[in-house]
């Protein structure tokens, strides 16, 4: 197992210690896993390229160490517990030795459909544990799993499809949501018609059993796993293989295949696992997110299990049958680590304490935050209500690329503060920067949050297109990462992340790209042109605002927002409905044609009194009409 820091002495010289030594600090952790064989070097990394290889010649397989690793000492151990969406339906568990022969199992399906190491296989899921055990059985035989969030649509899924050259996707027929259940089959059947065809099999689970429509590519899941032998020997992977692909959006073009690896996730999610959530051996863990995000791969699969954690996965959500469904989940199995995000604090706040109060909730031990910048309000309620006092909350910073938490207090170890996800874990080296790169050194200061030295489960590249990881990440400053977030230190020394400084928003912890949301607007034949901005929102941290011009032939103006909600629905997905749509016979514009989005943004946060000099505006009378319509 890696390191589990205990006392603030210890992480102010654990930390030191991997500042001065990375290499030296992350070998020591990486010796605690199981490798077939050993790295020649343990970092070979430039932010040029960039080329960043951890454990460099060393070669493992992660399934190995979040399995078979555990089998001799907790494979009686519940590895997932499951809850069902229906509060009256029965939980299920797998320990670790059942739900090795499952892997094992899938894993021997996915081979006799042809996929093996290196292949793409796609996932578009609900939260069963099928989702889990499939992803694992990819990692098992080398393939790269890609899970897509099965809120996304059709389209959306055939462009994650057609970008990775995914060989298979995994599905379910139907998805149980609250009171509803949702077609899933249907989405992949009309994603695949828009031209999938490196898909040779689809294979589908069955969830609720309700009626499919049934294509020559489609197998049953139970009819190729079932039979299958529960010994599956682990495909021994490079250190940098690929392990998976996850799609993220970015302020430019389509969303992006972020590229994780083998080695150095697997030693940075364990590691940072056990000590955000200072997990101890018989405790129950909950991550509330889906596997379709960064957040459900890292800390509801990977890094529970290779620490060897009763890991919770959730089919349901929060409000259903009502606004006490988490807390009730909490009280049945004695949760000791609950991590959830922002908004769902929010939303369930906002239906009031009763329906937290009602919980025995002592078995709580530590709270996590996650996804967005949480507020004071919520952080207030989250401690008080939630942990009465006695929990501190993790707020964890981190994102996709990421791989895992960067900079979260460590519970019980070193302070917490409302709105500041406070300290760099060890090995990880922030650096806040101004526009021109130039270090902000000191305390009590503002900048653009950076990283100077790799951690292991950074970024690899962008899935097809290195150019553009390059671009994104490591061009805007030399030799360092950006991370496209402001933050502030304090005069302590905590930092405080303060949101995105590019053009990407942050809607109920989901990452939108406005240009994305943009193109979707403008697949309607009547938009001339749309420009989308963040606006503060209550509940979701930020909701999208949508400045159209349309053409003149529009009549009914009700029903012209009605059909641009749904053709955003349609392109990405119900998650990218703009909240408000304004229409404008014009766009503030720079004399070079740039859309001000300063001044959109002001706009649409109903602070529109003070928007600055606009007299440098190519055609600043479109202004008085963009304030007179807004909808703030
Ligand atoms: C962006 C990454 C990785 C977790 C899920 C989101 C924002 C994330 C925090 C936090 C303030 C946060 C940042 C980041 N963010 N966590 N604790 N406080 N902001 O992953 O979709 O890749 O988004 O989420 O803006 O850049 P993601």
Redo the contacts with the bound molecule.
């Keep these: 197992m890696p390191l589990q820091i205990k006392s603030l002495d210890e992480y102010k010289s654990v930390y030191q210690r991997s500042v001065d030594d990375p290499e030296g600090f992350w070998a020591e952790q990486a010796e605690t896993f199981n490798w077939s064989k050993k790295w020649d070097k343990v970092l070979d990394w430039n932010f040029r390229e960039p080329d960043i290889n951890w454990f460099v010649g060393g070669k493992t397989n992660i399934t190995e160490n979040a399995l078979d690793r555990h089998l001799e000492t907790r494979g009686d151990k519940v590895a997932i517990l499951w809850e069902p969406n229906d509060p009256n339906a029965p939980s299920k568990t797998y320990t670790y030795k059942e739900l090795h022969a499952e892997v094992c199992k899938a894993a021997n399906a996915l081979k006799a459909n042809g996929i093996g190491k290196g292949d793409r296989v796609c996932f578009y899921m609900p939260m069963v544990p099928e989702l889990a055990i499939g992803v694992l059985a990819c990692a098992r035989i080398g393939a790269i799993h890609s899970v897509v969030f099965a809120g996304f649509s059709a389209t959306a899924l055939a462009d994650r499809i057609k970008d990775a050259t995914c060989k298979m996707v995994i599905c379910s027929d139907y998805n149980h949501r609250g009171a509803k259940n949702i077609p899933v089959k249907k989405v992949v059947d009309d994603a695949l018609a828009m031209g999938c065809e490196s898909i040779e099999t689809v294979l589908v689970h069955k969830n609720t059993g309700e009626d499919v429509a049934w294509n020559d590519v489609d197998k049953w899941w139970h009819d190729e796993v079932d039979g299958q032998s529960t010994d599956c020997p682990a495909e021994q992977m490079d250190s940098e293989d690929t392990l998976f692909i996850l799609y993220?959006s970015g302020s430019t073009g389509k969303p992006k295949g972020v590229v994780h690896t083998v080695g150095g996730y697997m030693v940075y999610t364990a590691f940072s696992f056990k000590n955000v959530f200072q997990y101890q051996e018989d405790d129950i863990y909950w991550c509330t997110a889906d596997i379709g995000?960064?957040?459900g791969h890292s800390y509801i699969i990977y890094g529970p299990l290779l620490a060897g954690a009763t890991t919770m996965m959730f089919e349901g959500v929060p409000t259903y049958p009502d606004a006490g469904r988490f807390w009730q989940v909490c009280e049945k199995h004695k949760v000791n680590q609950f991590y959830t995000a922002p908004t769902a604090i929010r939303a369930l706040m906002a239906y009031g304490d009763e329906f937290v109060e009602k919980y025995d909730l002592s078995s709580l031990r530590v709270l996590g935050?996650?996804?967005?910048?949480?507020n004071e309000e919520a952080w207030n309620w989250y401690n008080e209500k939630v942990g009465k006092g006695n929990c501190p909350i993790a707020?964890?910073?981190?994102?996709?690329?990421?791989g895992g938490i960067l900079i979260s207090p460590l519970p019980g170890i070193t302070d917490t503060k409302p709105c500041y996800?406070s300290y760099p874990l060890p090995g990880v080296q922030p650096i806040l920067v101004d526009p021109d790169g130039n270090e902000l050194t000191g305390n009590d200061v503002e900048g653009l949050l950076c990283m100077k030295f790799p951690w292991p489960s950074i970024i690899r590249t962008t899935y097809g297109d290195h150019e553009r990881c390059r671009q994104v990440y490591f061009s805007t400053f030399q030799d360092m990462y950006f991370?496209?977030?402001g933050a502030r230190r304090d005069k302590d020394g905590r930092l405080r992340?303060i949101?995105?400084v590019d053009d990407?928003i942050?809607v109920s912890?989901?990452?939108m790209g406005t240009a994305e949301v943009e193109n979707a607007i403008n697949e309607h034949p009547q938009v001339v042109e749309s420009a989308v901005v963040g606006f503060p929102h209550e509940i979701k941290g930020q909701g999208i605002y949508a400045y159209i011009i349309p053409s003149d032939d529009i009549v009914d103006e009700d029903q012209f927002i009605k059909e641009i909600r749904a053709v955003v629905t349609k392109e990405i997905g119900p998650i990218a409905k703009p909240d408000q749509v304004q229409v404008v016979p014009g766009l503030p514009k720079t004399r070079s044609g740039k859309i001000m989005r300063r001044i959109l943004r002001k706009v649409a946060s109903g602070d529109a009194s003070n928007l600055g000099d606009i007299s440098t505006l190519l055609n600043p009378e479109v202004v008085e009409a963009v304030k007179k319509g807004a909808k703030a």
């Design positions: 993220t995000w960064i957040t935050s996650v996804g967005e910048p949480i707020d964890t910073w981190w994102q996709t690329e990421t996800a991370t496209g977030d992340i949101g995105r990407v942050n912890g989901h990452r």
